[in-house]
């Protein structure tokens, strides 16, 4: 059987017990983004579909679609499947509502590689911005010239350094003592 969370488990046990396998209502303690986030993973895994809703027989709306219309969710057999539910025949899913086999590829089959995540670039006229010119100046900076070009704190100015910049953008940050300037942060690529 399937891994599913509570939540997902919930809302499939709902849905089964109804006869047109409507999903909707979610759980109250379900809303916004992570009802946003369940319903799209059960969605990816073929568990609900989206079907056209019609109003006039009141069916629940997920969402309403561009054209003034809406959709609602519906389990399919894979979801009833997933909870340990053999699907009826006499109770096929609302008309319109088609449900595709999950495909599982061959053993043998070789995995697509994800491709490579977007390498991050900061915006011109940002403080961030600011601080990788002052960083890639050759005297590079010390932490009051940092604080004093961008109104940051000096907690902020290391956050940014160690976090943004070394951790997001990938940037090796030095920090060397300087007669006469102290500690000076650069950027060396």
């Not at 994800?114 to 600011?130: L, S």
């Amino acid at each position: 059987m399937t891994k599913l969370s509570d939540t997902q488990a919930i809302i499939l046990g709902a849905a089964a017990q109804r006869e047109d396998r409507i999903a909707l209502p979610l759980p109250d303690s379900l809303r916004g983004g992570a009802a946003t986030k369940v319903v799209g993973a059960m969605l990816s895994k073929g568990f609900l579909e989206e079907v056209d809703a019609d109003l006039r027989k009141g069916e629940p709306m997920w969402r309403e679609t561009g054209d003034g219309h809406g959709v609602t969710l519906v389990a399919t057999n894979a979801g009833l499947a997933a909870i340990g539910i053999e699907p009826e025949d006499a109770n096929p899913a609302p008309a319109g509502a088609t449900v595709a086999p999950i495909e599982e590829p061959a053993p043998d089959t070789p995995i697509e590689p994800k491709a490579a995540p977007k390498t991050r670039t900061p915006r011109e006229g940002t403080k961030q911005a600011t601080l990788i010119a002052m960083l890639r100046a050759p005297e590079g900076a010390t932490l009051d010239e940092i604080v004093a070009a961008t109104g940051w704190l000096p907690h902020t100015a290391r956050g940014a350094m160690s976090g943004a910049l070394k951790k997001k953008l990938g940037l090796t940050i030095t920090s060397d003592k300087v007669d006469g300037r102290g500690r000076v942060y650069a950027i060396r690529d």
